[in-house]
């Protein structure tokens, strides 16, 4: 039996016209592949994208080939040329040369001078400071000129006026209020003795500080013997500093906590007879939370001041490495 061929031809066109797709779950790779009614198909979103150093760069789609495989073009913001707002010439200098020019850029600091030109012995001779105050200073601190901050306060506070003084750690500030303090009350009439109580309150906001100034009017006492300094801090046995507050202490230097646990608890600790109340690094006893306490020794010295009827004003010298003109 012979096989016959029949050759059809067929319109592709029409037929590719009456064939539906169909898709069926099993063919899609994924089902969020399929769209359908309940889940509408996924949008693209376009996001920036971002340089190393973080700055984000302009999408612009391309106007010329819409159709093309990368219709986008990122373009980075400080690439493009600046236009001159005086000329209309265009500025070629791009983000990273602007970066570099800064980099290179010197700035100059400011350099305050730490030590002046004065001498220790001639300036206080002129000023009238006792002499074996400045035999010590020379002989015991091995000083010969003075530093800048004690130049300048120095004469105010022998004049008995209220200083702010604006010094760092370091430059020389606790003998520009400590050389005074001792003058003026080695100048005292009838002399000054240790049972005379406490005339002056030095507050500082650390163990440390309270202690290396401490160490400076121990030198300095040697020199003036009548004045008896001492030191209230954490970490000692109260009752050995109540001991000492009962025998008499010209001059207290100390922290605040320690001290107005003494103000609180001592009968030992009178300071009505105050003169000279010295707050040093104010800026760090704000930092570590001591204004609420020194605030109370504040109020304290007022009260039992004017409770004796007291007519002398008090000296108040404040100290820090933050103040402003």
């Not at 001639?122 to 002989?139: E, H, K, M, N």
């Not at 209020?177 to 003058?183: E, G, K, Q, R, T």
């Not at 020794?297 to 933050?322: F, Y």
Request: glycine share 6%; proline share 6%; charged share 25%.
């Amino acid at each position: 039996m012979d096989e016959f061929v029949l050759n059809i031809k067929t319109n592709n066109t029409s037929s590719r016209k009456q064939r539906k797709t169909v898709f069926h779950p099993c063919n899609a790779k994924k089902s969020s592949d399929v769209p359908t009614p309940q889940m509408p198909a996924k949008k693209v979103k376009l996001k920036a994208k971002r340089d190393g150093d973080g700055i984000p760069r302009k999408i612009l789609r391309s106007k010329s080939s819409p159709s093309t495989t990368n219709p986008l073009q990122f373009v980075h913001k400080s690439d493009e040329p600046r236009t001159s707002s005086r000329d209309g010439r265009t500025d070629e200098v791009t983000g990273g040369e602007r970066i570099s020019a800064l980099m290179q850029a010197t700035v100059e600091p400011r350099i305050e001078p730490v030590f002046s030109e004065k001498l220790w012995k001639p300036f206080c001779d002129s000023l009238g400071v006792q002499s074996f105050i400045t035999s010590c200073l020379v002989d015991r601190f091995k000083l010969t000129r003075l530093t800048a901050i004690q130049k300048e306060a120095i004469p105010h506070l022998l004049e008995g006026k209220d200083c702010l003084i604006r010094a760092q750690t370091g430059s020389g500030k606790t003998l520009a209020y400590a050389v005074p303090l001792f003058h003026q009350l080695m100048s005292l009439e009838p002399p000054i003795s240790r049972t005379d109580g406490t005339l002056a309150l030095v507050i500082l906001p650390t163990r440390e500080l309270a202690t290396q100034t401490f160490e400076v009017f121990q030198l300095l006492g040697k020199a003036c013997v009548r004045i008896v300094p001492g030191c209230l801090i954490g970490g000692m046995k109260r009752k050995s500093q109540k001991v000492s507050l009962s025998k008499g202490l010209n001059i207290l230097v100390g922290t605040p906590q320690r001290i107005l646990d003494h103000i609180l608890r001592s009968v030992n600790l009178s300071l009505s007879k105050l003169l000279y109340l010295v707050i040093d690094e104010a800026d760090r006893l704000l930092e570590m939370g001591f204004e609420q306490s020194v605030r109370r020794i504040i109020d304290h010295i007022r009260e039992v001041s004017n409770a004796i009827g007291k007519t002398q004003s008090l000296q108040t010298v404040l100290l820090s490495a933050t103040l402003t003109p």
